[in-house]
């Protein structure tokens, strides 16, 4: 299995930024997938999940509200779409996706990973 994570880029505070996910290797359709992220000096966060078919998803309360996550199983590739950026969201985001069809929020039951994309918000 393998992800590839793009769509990061330096913003400006309240701005957005679409990150993408791209996979390949397997059915995509079949697993929850989700996105984490990791600030410098600290330890990786989840972000948001979603489940195999797009309709149950998940947010850590600091991003709901901003975030969106989203997938098109056509496309085998998971979005999100951040608004409202603010400085703290500042972070290598990745994706990852696991072996089962439900949501997952604790990153030790991803199994894949990609490499990361990094966002960075100016203040």
């Known amino acids: 299995v393998q992800l590839q994570a793009s769509g990061g880029g330096l913003v400006q505070a309240g701005g957005s930024l679409r990150l993408s996910c791209a996979a390949s290797?397997?059915?995509?359709?079949?697993?929850?997938m989700g996105w984490f992220r990791q600030a410098p000096g600290k330890e990786r966060e989840f972000v948001a999940a979603i489940n195999s078919n797009g309709r149950i998803t998940d947010y850590a309360d600091s991003v709901k509200g901003r975030f969106t996550i989203s997938r098109d199983n056509a496309k085998n590739t998971m979005y999100l779409q951040m608004n409202s950026l603010k400085p703290e969201d500042t972070a290598v985001y990745y994706c990852?996706?696991?072996?089962?069809?439900?949501?997952?929020?604790?990153?030790?039951?991803?199994?894949?990973w990609g490499q990361g994309t990094l966002v960075t918000v100016s203040s």
């Open positions: 990852a996706t696991h072996n089962l069809i439900a949501i997952k929020i604790l990153a030790t039951e991803y199994n894949y």
């Open positions: 290797g397997r059915t995509f359709s079949y697993y929850g």
